[in-house]
């Protein structure tokens, strides 16, 4: 069996659903497993917390970014 990872830090890696299906179906052979699929070191409020405070957006507070006023609408949404 060929299995292909991708490194991704000292202690984890990243494999391909199907190479990951093949290593539970041979796992299961000798005893039953539970895998939980999805989880990350950071959720939601982390992501947020990282975009509001990490300076990327920085840019929109500048006034060269203010470019379009309430006269350039063509059409007006209420």
Known sequence: MNIQTINHSETQVIISTED???LVE??????????????SDFDTTDLMRLAENG????????DGEDIYTLDDLKVSYK
């Open 26 to 39: 041979l796992a299961e052979k000798v005893e039953p497993i539970k895998i939980k699929m999805g989880e």
């Open 55 to 62: 300076g990327a957006f920085a840019f929109l507070h500048d």
């Open 20 to 22: 990951l299906q093949k």
